[in-house]
């Protein structure tokens, strides 16, 4: 009788020993993953900080500035954090598809000509304005309103505003994994209207405004761009890779509103990421939008 009341003992303490143990681990988690958020909420002060700083010292925004380094790993109790800056009016804002609740077709002409550089189909367009817009008629016969979206399962509505982050461009009509795989790299959903940043912008977003313009012509525009940046928009447009391109110009710029801050914070193993929409003007800068994960 005795030593089964001990074994029970025994049996039942092992058990409250290994929940109690699992209780502090599960604490453990939660603290960590809060003081990482705090940490990245401090990279987003500091990012804040260096892009004021910018602002005071120069009107344009370029890659070769501090605010375009990556931060290096910086290490913390426990773990490190890393953090970069990245100018978002580098690439294609898809809200300025619709301007004035008008279809664009200065910006239709931009993000198509895009599209065909990716091997994608131009006729893709039109069901994104009709995202966009607010009517219900489509734009060519290859746009895509409430009617066939309400045919599918689960049924849904185009949205007849803005996109607030690239990822929703996988329920528009025609845009399957692959197509927003390739897509994403080079697209942004910004407040819209926004310019686009010709000292920042790759290879094809500038292909995209200036047509006809070769890779290597393209190149070349970067390659002097890294050792002059742009002070203006007829510095650029006098380049000579655009000697014979038509330059689709109404909506450049040299300087940058919008920027995406990614950081990564780990702590004991465990890690955040918090992705942040800064805005920055003259009269303010703030945090527009945050999001967790790896996608913003
Ligand atoms: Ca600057
Ligand atoms: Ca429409």
Same mark, same amino acid.
């Given at each position: 009788m005795a030593l089964l009341v001990m074994s029970l003992v025994v049996i039942s303490t092992v058990a409250l020993t290994s929940r109690q143990h699992l209780d502090i681990q599960r604490t453990t988690h939660l603290l960590n993953q809060d003081q990482a958020y705090v940490y990245a909420l401090g990279a987003e002060q500091w990012a804040l900080w260096i892009l004021q700083r910018d602002q005071q010292s120069n009107a344009v925004d370029h890659l070769q500035e501090t605010w375009s380094q990556q931060l290096p790993f910086l290490p913390i109790p426990g773990g490190h954090i890393q953090g970069q800056l990245i100018d978002? /009016?580098? $690439?294609? =804002?898809? =809200? =300025? *598809?619709?301007q004035k609740d008008q279809p664009h077709k200065e910006s239709i002409q931009i993000f198509e000509q895009l599209l065909t550089l990716l091997? *994608?189909?131009? &006729? *893709?367009?039109a069901a994104f304005i009709d995202w966009l817009? &607010?009517?219900?008629? %489509? $734009? @060519?016969?290859?746009g895509a309103e409430d009617t066939f979206y309400l045919l599918k399962t689960p049924a849904y509505r185009s949205a007849g505003r803005q996109f &607030?982050? %690239?990822?929703?461009?996988?329920?528009?009509?025609?845009? &399957?994994e692959d197509i927003y795989q390739t897509l994403f790299p080079f697209i942004c959903t910004l407040p819209g209207p926004t310019s686009i940043n010709i000292n920042t912008a790759n290879q094809y977003i500038l292909r995209a405004i200036a047509d006809p313009l070769s890779e290597s012509e393209a190149l070349d525009l970067i390659a002097d761009r890294e050792t002059a940046h742009f002070n203006n928009i007829p510095d650029f447009l006098n380049h000579s890779s655009l000697a014979n391109a038509e330059v *689709?110009?109404? /909506?450049?710029?040299? @300087? @940058?509103?919008y920027f995406l801050l990614m950081t990564q914070v780990e702590i004991d193993r465990q890690v955040v990421h918090l992705n942040s929409l800064l805005y920055r003007a003259p009269e303010k800068i703030q945090v527009l939008l945050r999001s967790q994960g790896i996608f913003y």
């Open positions: 978002l /009016q580098g $690439y294609f =804002n898809i =809200n =300025n *598809l619709i091997d *994608l189909a131009p &006729t *893709l367009s817009d &607010t009517d219900q008629s %489509p $734009y @060519s016969s290859d &607030t982050s %690239p990822t929703e461009i996988r329920l528009i009509a025609g845009i &399957t *689709l110009s109404k /909506q450049l710029s040299v @300087s @940058s509103q």
